[in-house]
């Protein structure tokens, strides 16, 4: 009963000078999980958005069930029976769960909205996921990330969709969560939608898709089925080029002593109880453990964005306050690469340039004037340093891709000449090109003698990059692996806080 | 590889327990209810204090300015809901008074066609509101200034002077009692939450506009009508001034072009709309506590006057009311915890 | 080099001073007077007043914040101004700074509000708004006020020193000339159009975003201050709700001139096409001697039609 359900013919869109999609295909069938894999700025989100309404293409035919059709805007292709969740998700905070996930067509009576029909399905869809804790009633502001992505997806099933597509989706969700979802999809597919998966964690596509195809600069590359090419044989075609291996090898020399960073007994609120350790100078150190679990508060403790944080933090050897970003950090010399680029590390309208000068502004004059030559040479410095893909310096940063856009925030902090790096999930929703490259580019900074306290919940970036894995548990210190100790096993038996079989042989890195 | 099957099921922290279904309810409407809490002390206060206590002379009179902030602040809520604004609610307030002086009087027939003329001068105001803010896409602040000095001009024109009339029975079923001592307004306004906002809140279009102030990216990726609900909610709002016009002139029995009253019923309605609990932001909030902000805002004067402030001291006694009642939503910020909470 | 200045011209300027033109040939169709030099130099004179205003105006919206406590904050430093002059021997030397401090305070403390509290600017500014009014009808018991202008002040906005061009229009080169530099040579205007662009973002970059609003809510008073001043130095005495007719022109001309209400973008040099403008406006509807009813329609047609013209707000891209 495959019938061919979706087709894409010589798709162009071009935003700008952009070419962001050219004479591009894409087919999907019924009853099938389609992946749609590549970098960033290989197109794949604009092909979705094509597919989805949200964007009109310049050029080329789209197809539904053998019918040519036109999707001018969301409605339309809601109406067509393609239900999508974005990377940005499209919840209302103020309304409530219930008001969002009957959002698009809400149940009526007398041509007014009945909610206690909405409220029911809404439980309905709460409960197909498998998020029966989240109370229908409350609003969305009031949820957590993972919760909202859950209402993001309880909502598109709720639209009975033919087709489903789903854009990095899962980010932020725990693996229960990711399961749960997973099952549900599985059972949509046994039912006949089509679906359609991007994701960058290639485990996951291992596991759901049964269709791949690789987008690279706009252009299709190849459609296969999945399990006919291995997982280096892919991301050879995304890249384009042969890939050797993923992460820089580590440095061997001694540490210092004299320790870069060091964390006494922190604690706030109650999600960090009594954390202390240890970083030295030229150290990688990751955070890891479930997701929730007090990491991200603690990068921000660190930064100085907390209110009421107890305990002492020492940067090379001076006890710092934590009592804002300003006073905390800046004699300090720490840094965050905070959890979400576009809201919290960029001024998305604002040009390259300015975003990359903005947090060391003061240091490129004197008395608060800005020498706009010296600015242009150590922007165009970092620009290179890092290579950001931009045309012109002068663009405003929100038309780069994600992986550039990244790069402009670690540039921005890099020209603070920072000593303490803090990346809060820095390569999330990012193309494996780039995440190579910062990989790289955090060993560098650690050779230059930096501290960098790196959290990720992508456990072969923390096995990867890191020489020391400290893993939080209800927002305590439970585990600390070094070295040889730190592989996947280690890490998820600590994260649930269940005891380590060191007795296991550790193989040589 | 690990098996997702093989962790345990509760990965995430564990949740809080259920809250029963009214603390929703009541969360969401706040601000409405503290407006009330406020108003309804203040007014008792105003009572006792009053020579005449809680007669029906008093408690008319009272209603009466209310209700005249409470229909302009009701108007003003609909724009605000979609984090748009309506800056030409006043003049819209005051062409609407000179239309009704010179309309509604005469035979029963023309007092319904002058009503009617009155409605549709603020169906029409706010529909040129709604052209240029959602098809013209400017920015409501400016694209409103601009449209209420032209709906001041028409009033000028109307009326270069004060005067006109208007049909007395209709003046006094607007502005007089009904037998028990309830002011026709209160009932207007009544009729009016039940017969239009409510219905709109529970409406599409009403939701969207909700959506449209939550989160326009968001609703528009929806595929909810934003243009349409956003021009619905400058209709709305032309429509509420109209009606306040209406009243206005009912108590006033005529009309006239006042700038500085416009100007003041401006600002005023934002003030009221704020105090009632309805976020300048959008998303949140509702009519029904722009009403309670208003008679807060009508009552505080009334309480001034009634305590024998020096004349002289009130408008600035008015003006450290206000940004303390406003104030009060900044208690918030002590139970922050987050910096990056206060930073939007 | 003419690629750096040419990255800069925006569009919406270049519209402006378009319309400059036409309203020039427009007026001077109807009086041949209309482009003398005589009555250039006045217009520029009275659009002074307005362009030091809107001055202040354009940083706080650049926040993406607005100052609604213009006018009578304008009126308090026409007041405070007369006042002081009034204080004996060192009157004449205190009325100008103390206007200028006067403003300076009224406006610090919107910063306060709008920054530390967390109000939102245009309630709180609202509120000062009427604050200020309370204070001034205290002042005066609700009469005007008798006391003069100081030769002082009189000499700022009035007299003619330099090539003949009134000192007024020097008041307002000085004050639009420390702005513009401001804005766009110092790191504290970078700070500005970052906050305006995400306050957020500016936060995490370790910029003091609370300390910038409110310097800057601080110097539109100032500059509404310093605009009361000078009004009372013209008409030599001030007047109860002589700010009045300032508020809305100056957010007019902001907004003509490039900058977008939102914050985040806009020049000065394009506010300063915007007062002309807007100024211009003015004058030609009161030579026409059109009816005040036809004047008021057709200011807010024209600011409509200048707006869809080149004002609007890009259609949102996903």
Known sequence: MSALLFRMEGVSKHFGGVRALENAHFECEGGRIHAVLGENGAGKSTLIKVMAGVLKPDSGSLELAGTPIVLDRPADAARAGIVSVFQELSLLPDLTVADNIALASPPRRFGLIDSRQQRRIAEEALERVGATDIHPLSPVRDLPLSRRQMVEIAKALARDPRILILDEATSALSSADVAAVFRVLKKLRGRGVAIVYISHRMREIDELADDCTVYRNGRHVATFAAATKNAKEIVEMMIGREVKSVFPPRSTRPLEEKPALQVKHLSWANHLKDVSFTIRPGEVVGLGGLDGQGQRELLLALFGALIGVTGEVEANGKPISLKGPRKSGEQAGIALIPEDRKAEGLMLPMSVRDNVSFAAIDRLGRFGLVDRRAEDRAVDEVVRLLSIKVPNLDAPVGALSGGNQQKVVIGKWLMTQPRIILLNDPTRGIDVGTKQEIYQLLRNLADARAAILLYSTDYAELIGCCDRVLILYDGALVGSLEGGAINERNIVARAHNLAIDTSAPTVPR | ?344 | MLSAWTRKVDKRVLASLACIVLLLLGGSVYSRNFLSLAYLLQQLQVASFLGIVATGTMIVILLGHIDLSVPWVVTLGGMMATAAGGWGRIGGAVAIPFAFVCGLGMGLVNGIGVAYLRIPSMIFTLGMNAIAQGLMVVHTSGFAPQERATPAMHFLSVDRSILGIPNAVWMWVLTGGLASLLLSRTAFGRRVYAIGNSERAAYLSRANTKLVIMTCFGISGACSGLAGMLLAGYSTKAYQAMGDPYLMPAIAAVVIGGTSILGGRGTYYGTVTGIIVVTLLQSILSIVQVPEAGRQVIYGAVILAMLLTYGREEKSSV
């Open chain 2, 1 to 344: 590889m690990i098996e997702p099957s093989a962790q345990p099921k509760a990965t995430t922290a564990p949740s809080p327990p259920r809250r029963p279904d009214w603390t929703y309810h009541f969360a969401a409407q706040r601000g409405a209810w503290i407006a009330l809490l406020i108003f309804a002390a203040m007014f008792t206060l105003f009572a006792c204090e009053h020579p005449a206590g809680f007669s029906h002379n008093v408690i008319n009179t009272a209603a009466n300015k209310g209700a005249l902030l409470a229909l302009v602040a009701m108007a003003q809520t609909f724009p605000v809901l979609t984090s748009g604004l309506d800056l030409s609610v006043g003049m819209v307030f005051v062409l609407t008074n000179c239309v009704a002086s010179t309309l509604v009087s005469g035979s029963p027939w023309r007092v319904a066609v002058g009503v009617s003329a009155v409605l549709g001068t603020g169906l029409a105001c706010g529909a040129l509101n709604g052209a240029v803010v959602v098809w013209g896409r400017l920015q409501p602040i400016i694209a409103t200034l601009a449209t209420g000095s032209l709906f001041y001009g028409a009033a000028l024109w109307l009326r270069p002077s004060p005067g006109g009339t208007v049909d007395d029975g209709l003046a006094e079923a607007l502005t007089g009692s009904l037998p028990g001592g309830i002011p026709c307004s209160i009932v207007l306004l009544a009729a009016l939450v039940f017969f239009v906002w409510l219905p709109y809140r529970h409406s599409v279009l009403g939701r969207a506009a909700y959506a449209v102030g939550s989160s326009r990216q968001a609703a528009f990726m929806s595929g909810l009508p934003v243009a349409r609900a956003q021009f619905a909610t400058y209709v709305l709002s032309g429509f509420f001034s109209a009606v306040g016009g209406l009243l206005l002139t009912g108590l006033t029995l005529s009309g006239e072009a006042n700038a500085m009253l416009g100007g003041s019923y401006n600002l005023s309605s934002v003030a009221a709309v704020v105090v009632g609990g309805t976020s300048l932001f959008g998303g949140s909030g509702g009519a029904v506590g722009s009403i309670f902000g208003a008679f807060v805002l009508r009552t505080i004067g009334d309480l001034l006057f009634v305590l024998d402030l020096d004349p002289l001291w009130q408008p600035l006694f008015l003006g450290v009311v206000l940004l303390f009642s406003v104030g009060l939503s900044s208690l918030r910020l002590l139970r922050i915890k987050n910096r990056l909470d206060i930073y939007r």
